[in-house]
């Protein structure tokens, strides 16, 4: 049993999350740390409070394209993934924890084909893609989208990240410190 803890946050809307997904799901195999992967909500644009937010978004996109290039990841997105496309895709997240290598899969494949490949989780295609490449059947999946303990769970994971003072993800924390 591991003696080290990681609880890594991440979000399919942020670009950040998919340069970081594979160092983060590599501490869990390579050293004795358990990491609990906690998908949460995609933080919706403050437009209101922050009129820059479309610059900044445009900046992230274009810091991550140079940053996988670094890393040697393919990175074809070329605008911000719509909010719920995101939320759907965490949904599936979710809904798959206790598939643990399927979930992994899973969460891998729709980084890659949302970033990776610049697809549009808008279409349901697009999530059945992911989930045939993990395994999962498709007719698990759809009932995560509608269950109110997968929603329930995202909104405790997204409420934990705030009370640790953060609002935005890739973000980790180290033996609950």
Not at 5 to 13: H, L
Not at 98 to 125: Q, Y
Request: with cysteine; net charge negative; glycine share 2%.
């Amino acid at each position: 049993m591991a003696t080290q803890s990681v609880r890594w946050f991440f979000s399919f809307d942020d670009p950040y999350c998919y340069v970081a997904w594979p160092a983060a799901w590599n501490i869990a195999q390579e050293y004795d740390v358990a990491v609990e992967f906690l998908p949460v909500w995609p933080v919706e644009a403050p437009l209101d409070e922050d009129p820059q937010w479309p610059k900044r978004a445009s900046y992230s996109i274009q810091d991550v394209r140079r940053m996988a290039a670094f890393y040697k990841m393919p990175f074809m997105a070329t605008k911000p993934v719509p909010l719920e496309a995101a939320r759907r895709v965490a949904m599936l997240a979710e809904g798959a924890r206790h598939l643990n290598d399927k979930r992994d899969v899973l969460v891998t494949s729709a980084f890659m084909a949302i970033w990776g490949a610049g697809e549009d989780f808008s279409h349901e295609e697009a999530l059945r893609a992911v989930c045939t490449e993990a395994e999962v059947p498709w007719k698990d999946a759809q009932t995560w989208l509608d269950d109110a303990d997968i929603r329930q769970k995202l909104e405790d994971n997204s409420e934990l990240l705030k009370k640790l003072g953060h609002y935005d993800t890739a973000t980790s924390e180290f033996n609950r410190e």
